[in-house]
C-alpha cells in the first residue's frame, strides 16, 4: 500500500524557534491535511491543501503541497509551548487517507 | 461548528464483555470513519460509511461490528475482545466521502482486560 515518510520522528526546541517538519511519498496524492493531536485527544485539523504548489497559512503555521503532488511541508514560527504535540501529515488519494508516522514535538519553555 | 463527539471516554472491559462505542455529528456530513490507534502510532482506518452503508471494511476481525442507524450517528459494538485489542478507537467525518478534510472526536480509550 501507499507510504508516507514523515520526518523529523522527533524534534526538541527551544521555545521562539521556527519548526519545519515534512512528509513524502512514492504516490500521487489530490488533498495533503496536517493534523495536530494531543495526548489522549482527537487529531485536530490543522490545514486542508487542495493544488499542487498550493501554499496556505493558519496563524503561526505554514504548509504547502508539493509540486510534484508527492510532498508536502508544514512550517510552525516562532513555537510556544502550547505547540507541543504529535503531527501528522495525511494525504487523500481516492476514499482514504494515509498517514504519516507523526512528528512529536517538544518545545522547552 | 466543526464538532465530533464519542462517548463513552475512557471504557475497561472483559474479554467476554458486549459493549459499544458511540460516535454523533450534526454538521450534516454523509461520511463517517472508525479508526483505531496505538500509542505513538499514527490512525489506522477501520471502517467507512458513505451515505449510512458500509463502503470501506479493512479487513477488520468480526469481533468489531460497525452499525450507522442515521447520518449523524456512528456505532462500534465489541464483543470477545482480545488485550491487543486495547487502543484509542477514533471517529471522523466529512462531508463527503474521500473528497473532504476529516474532522475527528476525542476518542474513546478502551483497555481490553
Known amino acids: 500500500g501507499q507510504q508516507l515518510n514523515q520526518s523529523p520522528q522527533s524534534m526538541f526546541i527551544q521555545e521562539g524557534e521556527d519548526v519545519s517538519m515534512n512528509c513524502t511519498s512514492s504516490s500521487i496524492f489530490n488533498t495533503w491535511l496536517w493534523y495536530k493531536q494531543d495526548p489522549g485527544e482527537g487529531p485536530v485539523l490543522l490545514i486542508a491543501l487542495y493544488k499542487a504548489g498550493e501554499l496556505t497559512s493558519n496563524g503561526r503555521l505554514t504548509a504547502q503541497f508539493g509540486i510534484t503532488r508527492k510532498d508536502s511541508f508544514l512550517n510552525i514560527s516562532a513555537s510556544i509551548p502550547s505547540d507541543v504535540g504529535i503531527y501528522f501529515c495525511?494525504?487523500?488519494?481516492?476514499?482514504?487517507?494515509?498517514f504519516g508516522g507523526g512528528t512529536r514535538l517538544m518545545v522547552k519553555p | 461548528d466543526t464538532e465530533v463527539t464519542q462517548t463513552p471516554k475512557h471504557l475497561v472491559m472483559g474479554m467476554t464483555n458486549k459493549k459499544s462505542l458511540k460516535c454523533e455529528q450534526h454538521?450534516?456530513?454523509?461520511?463517517m470513519y472508525w479508526y483505531k490507534q496505538k500509542a505513538k502510532k499514527p490512525p489506522e482506518l477501520m471502517f467507512v460509511y458513505s451515505y449510512e452503508k458500509l463502503s470501506i471494511n479493512e479487513s477488520v476481525p468480526s469481533r468489531f461490528s460497525p452499525e450507522c442507524p442515521n447520518s449523524s450517528l456512528l456505532n462500534l459494538h465489541l464483543h470477545a475482545l482480545q488485550p491487543e485489542d486495547s487502543a484509542l478507537y477514533l471517529c471522523?467525518?466529512?462531508?463527503?466521502?474521500?473528497?473532504?478534510?476529516?474532522?475527528f472526536g476525542p476518542g474513546t480509550r478502551l483497555t481490553v482486560t
Open positions: 471522523a467525518s466529512s462531508q463527503g466521502p474521500g473528497t473532504y478534510e476529516q474532522y
Open positions: 495525511a494525504g487523500r488519494a481516492g476514499n482514504m487517507l494515509t
Open positions: 454538521m450534516g456530513h454523509r461520511a
